[in-house]
């Protein structure tokens, strides 16, 4: 089986080792993280992962918009959004961005492990 690579993007550096974590305990490879919506875009580009976990609420840049510059390089770029408001809106506005899975927090590890498997495999 081919690695499957993940962009891990969280303001909170907690957050991102806690998925980190998890992901890798279940065979995924995290190649990169970022804190800002900036930084995903740049190292999206840089990197190509097969997936990228957004958290929507980020300075400099929020995960909607990252997420929808990182469509726009990539059409093809899998992107699962994460955020601690479990707002319909806001679940809306990702998956208009391109979003195809959306991960509440605080969320259960398998609720990751599953939207991840369903994306990606």
């Not at 974590?21 to 930084?39: F, K, P």
């Not at 093809?76 to 408001?85: L, Q, T």
């Amino acid at each position: 089986m081919a690695e499957k690579t993940i962009l891990l993007v969280d303001d909170a550096a907690f957050m991102r080792m806690m998925m980190k974590d998890i992901l890798t305990r279940n065979g995924y490879t995290v190649i990169g993280e970022a804190a800002n919506g900036v930084e995903a875009v740049q190292k999206y580009n840089e990197l190509k992962p097969n997936l990228c976990i957004l958290d929507i609420t980020m300075p400099e840049m929020d995960g909607i918009q990252a997420a929808r510059e990182i469509k726009a390089a990539d059409s093809d770029a899998i992107i699962i959004m994460c955020s601690a408001m479990g707002q319909q809106a806001m679940v809306i506005e990702s998956i208009q961005a391109g979003a195809r899975d959306f991960i509440v927090k605080p969320f259960q590890p398998e609720r990751i492990i599953e939207a991840v498997k369903k994306v990606i495999g």
